[in-house]
């Protein structure tokens, strides 16, 4: 009898993104469930276990094992799944520092979305729940702008800085293509840092609906023209990584 996985994720996250796909690489099972930011929070630290300081998606709950963060969920998944290893041994320290400079670059990122939803209302609409009908929507844009921003005194995001931020992200960016060179993979062959860095892209130019549905509000928050008319190299590098290696589609 295969062990009973949970995954709870927020639909759009690239973060939660990344646990799907290191699990579903090495087809580990497992259910998923959706996390509402702000309505949520309760239930999300009560699954925790936390009262105090910082509970986040995505996470695993797996053999009585929580497990809150992308990188010891590819962990975890590397030592039970039947895939290539994403963080084989000799790669460990080098994988683990592009997953740091995807992490420091995604923090602005996640500032740069959440000031772009504070002003789009049609983007705010969209971060609400399928099941809420669409007439419903406007009339709760209070309240989504209040647990907006509450997300981001959680991350605490500058939300003033946004200059700052895309040069950040600009800099990262820089130095995962100095990384790539001429190959198809970060390593030469893909592994757990291909997967980060193809998250860190989402909140350049967001993939296609096929693996991370976006409204169309939300689509254009996510978007950083800028950046991915520059970088489009490594959009396309991301796209092709993505059909090549992303099983559940």
Known sequence: MQPERTLVVLSYSPWSERARWVLDHHRLAYR?????????????????????GRATVPLLLAEGTVLGDSWDIARYADQLGTGEKLIPAELESEI???????????TQGRALVVAGLLASPSALDETLPAEI????????????????AWFGRKYELD??????????????????????????????????????????LQGISPLDDRYL????????????????????????YRDRTYAAKRLRQ
């Open 159 to 200: 939300l003033e800085a946004l200059a700052s931020a895309r040069e950040e992200l600009r800099v990262a960016l820089n130095g995962f293509r100095r990384r790539l060179g001429d190959s198809a993979f970060l390593f030469g062959r893909f592994s757990y840092a291909d997967i980060v860095f193809c998250s860190l």
């Open 96 to 106: 683990r520092e592009c997953n740091d400079l995807a992490e420091r670059a995604m």
């Open 133 to 148: 009908p669409g007439w419903l929507r406007p009339l709760l844009r209070p309240i989504t702008r209040y647990g907006t």
């Open 213 to 236: 549905k976006l409204g169309p509000g939300q689509r254009r928050v996510w978007t950083q023209p800028e950046l991915a008319a520059e970088f489009d190299d490594l959009i396309r």
């Open 32 to 52: 998923t469930v959706q996390h509402a930011p702000f309505l949520g929070e309760f239930r999300l630290r009560r699954l925790v276990g936390k009262r105090n």
